[in-house]
DNA sequence: AAGCATCTACCGATTGATAGATAGCAAGGA
DNA sequence: TCCTTGCTATCTATCAATCGGTAGATGCTT
């Protein structure tokens, strides 16, 4: 028992052919949605059998979940409060719009969880529970990094009305942007909120 | 030649049954999406079979392309410049926010143009044309409402931002109320454009 | 010996699309 | 009036491809 994994942060072995699938099918969801997202291509991708998919994902929702909760995850990990300054809280929400650019914007497709809201009817309730529960934490954190801004007190039902009108900002500006072809107009969407401490 | 058609302003007579497919169509796509739209679906809706189907649209990317034409000719048909006054204005914008709401909100889904994005390299380029000018259209017209909200002149560049910032509201918002299941949140989120023409 | 991971082979269902038969209807000539 | 021709719209039947998913054999590692 020499215990080598206790030399890793993550605790986390998590097979290579597992992370493999669930980068292909996350790739795949997100260029073709979910009902064209087939365990054969994603099999071909990785170099295994569809066979060995179901192996590691007996279903698609089963892919679906695992790959929605590592997204979650993954995004939760990297999003931190700012100190209580209004400075500090315009610069963690420009992180948090910059975070979204790099992630949708630039990889030329929409956000993983409007691509799944658009087949909403084919997707099973536990998946549909896992995106509602990410919005809630992205509502959440917005709603508390806005409430940073202000100087005074701001009722919680503004700030989450502020959450609101972001995340709807940032995930339109996703589909303005592939609709018209025209990468450019997602910093001219988000440019209200890149400023927004100026205005309390 | 007793030349009934004449009587009649919309001088196309459009078979019902082909109408009748279109309404389908654009059903099963707000609904499922573009991939999981079956013609066979369509058909027993309809009720007459498949191969119906393709006679009136050869290809799924005919009818797709059909129903998008048509619901880009009405939703222009449906949008006329207001006067060229601050109030009206401010109005007309407030009718375009419910036209969105009634047609996407009330319904359940996204918008058609967001279904489609979210499938994009399943589509050929012509239906990407045609998305693609749709949101021309409404760039221009809501760019145009709000430079008539500006008391003195506005440069043509911020009254397209403008427009690029409503139009991502009004589908992020559309986003927000289908992934979190909350239909009141699109008010919420809309909110700041409701009121546009006190800012200026 | 046992478990893990992969494979081959296959199933039943569904898909978009096509070919070809059929029925109804309207126009036109005898 | 009757028959023919041709067009429109629908049908039946089918195809090849692809799909999600399963059964069961195989090999590798411990």
């Given amino acids: 028992m020499d215990m080598q994994s206790t030399l890793s942060a993550a605790n986390k ?26 365990f054969r291509d994603l099999a071909a991708e990785v170099g295994i059998k569809s066979a060995s998919v179901h192996y590691h994902f007996p279903t698609k929702s089963d892919l679906v979940l695992a790959v929605l909760k590592r997204y979650r995850a993954d995004f939760t990990e990297h999003l931190v409060l700012p100190k209580k300054k209004r400075q500090a809280a315009q610069k963690a929400l420009n ?47 917005l709603a508390t990094v806005v409430s940073y801004m202000k100087k005074g007190w701001m009722p919680t039902d503004e700030t989450r009305h502020y959450a609101y009108q972001i995340l709807a900002s940032l995930h339109g500006a996703s589909v303005l942007v592939q609709a018209s072809g025209a990468p450019e107009r997602f910093e001219d969407a988000m440019a209200p909120w890149r400023t927004l401490v100026e205005r309390f």
């Avoid at 292909?24 to 064209?36: I, V």
């Fill in 13 to 38: 072995p998590e097979n290579p052919t597992k992370l493999a699938i669930m980068a292909a099918g996350e790739k795949a969801l997100l260029s073709q949605g979910y009902k064209a997202m087939s």
């Fill in 95 to 141: 992180s948090f719009i910059d975070g979204f650019r790099k992630r949708v914007i630039d990889n030329g497709t929409l956000s993983l969880c409007t691509v799944l809201a658009a087949e909403k009817s084919l997707l099973e309730q536990q998946v549909l529970d896992e995106i509602e529960a990410f919005y809630e934490i992205k509502v959440d954190w």
